[in-house]
């Protein structure tokens, strides 16, 4: 008599990530609605003021970088996800951000703005 033994093996699902970028030309404080509606868990805003001019969007964590106060690039992530910044070689280099993601996963993210 054979005895087959099967093991079953859990797939370990990753958890999602839904990044969203987006150029909102400025003006975001009034855009923030259709951002919002994609529920992203890390949004990357080109053109847009500083974050204290936004209204409260239940941001776990914010970063912006940009010598025009009302066109900066904004890195912002929701829920479970953080940011920090990452040094930049040349911190004159006003369209370039980079970031350091942790959560439920950990990863760097560049981001430009063109």
């Known amino acids: 008599m054979l005895h087959s033994v ?5 797939r370990l699902s990753a958890p999602t990530l839904r990044i969203v970028t987006w150029n909102c030309a400025m003006a975001f404080r ?3 609605p ?6 992203p868990d890390i949004a990357v805003i080109q053109e847009c003021e500083k974050p ?3 209204p409260a969007i239940g941001a776990s964590s914010i970063l912006w970088h940009g010598e025009n106060q009302h066109k900066g690039l904004a890195v912002v992530s929701f829920g479970a996800w953080q940011l920090e ?3 930049q070689l040349d911190r004159s280099i006003q369209f370039v951000l980079p970031a ?3 959560g439920p996963r950990t990863f760097n993210l560049g981001t430009l703005q063109k």
Request: net charge positive; proline share 0%; aromatic share 18%.
């Open 30 to 32: 009034r855009k923030w």
């Open 100 to 102: 350091r993601v942790t």
């Open 6 to 10: 099967f093991t079953r093996f859990r």
């Open 34 to 39: 259709r951002l919002a509606a994609l529920q």
């Open 85 to 87: 910044e990452v040094a």
């Open 52 to 54: 204290d001019k936004w």
